[in-house]
């Protein structure tokens, strides 16, 4: 029985892709580096905001990184909710999956204050029961270090739990912490990233995340 059900943030239950952009691009500009695509972006987040920097500025300037990294965090601190929305149908998924009488929370490698910031804006108030982004008191995912937290906070085994998320990252946060993982593709990772990294349930359609969560993929399911 599924007791408890974390989530990603960003590319699972928050398009921020725009913003994370337009804040990354405004910093790679103040330092007179190239502009970045969106989808460059997209493949460059996940891991941590200083692991995006480094790979944002060009390899010979990665003594630079921290001085971009600098006016991200200030612009992004202004900026994070400009065009950034939940994808539609998360809210009511996650809502779905608490009335089940399951304990929701979300782990995220994303600064602790953007994490909260960005949910209370964006979801309804309570619906999770920890919002956890990335501290100095954890090793930032894949490490399993704040999914073994959240599990000992709420007092459930891996095997009462499941993780849902967009990347390749996400998939081996799950598998390192011996919980399930259900992936999903509308994020910033690729379906073949995604399998790559082992998933095995990845889904395309937000009003089935409940059931895949709650009961795991039945035969035929594309999982």
Known sequence: MVKLCVFDLDGTLVNTLHDLTDSLNYALNECGFPLLSES??????????EYMCEHAVPPEH?????R??????????EHSL???????GM????QRIKAAGVTVAIASNK?????????????????FSLVLGRTSKFTIKPAPDALRFIMGYFGVSPDESVYVGDSDVDVQFAHNAGMRCVSVDW???SVEEILAAGATCITSDPAKVPELVLNGPKEGDAC
């Open 62 to 66: 990665r003594d630079q990184a921290a």
């Open 68 to 77: 971009v990294l600098e006016i991200y965090r200030a612009r992004y601190r």
């Open 82 to 88: 400009d065009r950034s929305h939940p994808y539609d």
């Open 40 to 49: 460059r972006v997209a493949a460059i987040v996940g891991h941590s905001v």
């Open 187 to 189: 994020g910033f990772r």
């Open 111 to 127: 600064p602790h204050a953007d994490t909260v910031k960005v949910v209370e804006m964006l979801y309804p108030k309570d619906l």
């Open 91 to 94: 809210i009511e998924a996650v």
